[in-house]
């Protein structure tokens, strides 16, 4: 019972694969899009008018420093380290 189902479905799969295939010649080519080389526009004739728009007011809300403890930390012995390696030039 196994291999009549087993050859069915192979037999089944033989002649779907075969329905796919196309006889006949058939040429497919890529598509071809073609663009203008350069668009020039030129405004050198054009008068352009208005006037400048800006506010009359402004107003910029600065906050205080913040209170932040500074990171750089100052040694005590600098200039006697300073004057040893003066020495070992």
Do not use: C, W
Request: hydrophobic letters at 40%; zero cysteines; proline letters at 4%.
């Amino acid at each position: 019972m196994k291999r009549l189902v087993l050859a069915s479905v192979l037999a089944s799969m033989g002649l779907a694969g075969s329905a796919f295939a196309q006889s006949g010649d058939v040429v497919r080519e890529p598509d071809q899009v073609k663009y203008k080389g350069v668009t020039v526009i030129d405004i050198s004739s054009l008068t352009i008018q208005g006037e400048l728009v800006r506010p009359d007011n402004s107003y910029v809300h600065v906050r205080g420093k913040a209170p932040f403890k500074s990171l750089i930390r100052y040694r005590s012995g600098f200039l006697p380290e300073l004057g040893k390696s003066v020495d070992s030039l």
